[in-house]
């Protein structure tokens, strides 16, 4: 019997990068916050994304929440956002204190759907809008930001899933008001630790996330802004992230490479693939539908092969929200039937050839077996 696949290698990632270079760099400077790393990171990144600014901060979810500060989101008003996401844009909504307006997504790509974007419109007044590339793949962001337009809402992109993903010349992170990232060990780039950024071309945007990230700061011990506080990104990180972030074009095309072989195996097989392939999906998770989810994972779990499901409780059936009304449309059938469906396979930068053959082989097993059923 072969070895394990896991969902993902940190170790088969990092390959090759000089941490301890990058490491050192910052141990030798004795400047450990707001520093050279940090600003030459956060010009990088923005430079990478195609806008004119990146704040670097503490994680993601800060980001989602900063970011719709940032857009004077206060307390009363509503957010729209898709259910399936992993309450991650729930978490920076339900902090502000604001109503989440749950959108139902679109059957092939599992993003949010236009056109439920646009009946939830015609009865609800959102003051801004979160827009979750999930599993890497780009949402028709371009529609939703133009539907959004039309109403004067604000869109934010979640791209924490989705580092580097393009159409048209355009990545990830550049088509709303703000893009957010994370920089999870796991994500497309990965810190070796907590980080996260928000990305804009609006400079007075700009200029409030860094305020909010600082206390609220206008200069030092000089509050102005509420809703503020320690949210800074440390120069360990940033130093990492500058080493690594000349990698992601190749690593997201290592990973892609991995979504078209299973795309290719798994084409006469009962399951839903990935719905693009393309330079638009940057693979951060490969998730495919099957039917009998649990027998699937079972029968995978005995190969020892590592899946996961991401995410089993949609957003507006969590525990939290068991006591408080939500939402007017709390029947979202698409998030709903593929909550039960969903099952995510390995997929990540260095991963063999071998392997994949592994999760392939493994998979066809599992078909051949239930139908001799
Ligand atoms: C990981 C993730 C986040 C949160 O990032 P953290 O850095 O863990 O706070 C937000 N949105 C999505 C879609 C994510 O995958």
Redesign the pocket.
Known sequence: MAGKVPLFSIEASNRGIDLAGAFNRVANSNWFILGNEVTSFEREFAEYIGVDNCVSLA????S?ELALRALDITPGDSVALVAN??F??STAVNAIGARALYVDVDAASLNMSPAALRELLSCENPRAIVV?H?YGQLAAIEEIVAIAAQAGIRVVE?C??AHGAMRGGRIAGSFGAIG?F???PT?NLGALG???AAVCSDQVIAQKLKMLRQYGWNTKYSVELSGGRNSRMDEVQAAILREKLPHLNDWNSQRRAVARRYNAAFNDLPVTTASSVDADYVAHLYVIRVRDRDSFRACLGEQHIATEVHYPIPDHWQAVYTDRSVSPREHLPVTERSAAEIVTLPCFPGMTEAQVDRVIESVYAYFERESAQ
Do not use: H
Request: aromatic residues 14%; proline residues 0%; glycine residues 22%.
């Open positions: 994680n993601g979810t800060d989602l996401a992993g991650y844009g979750t999930l979640d924490a899933q957010c994370s920089f999870y994500k907590d980080g996260g």
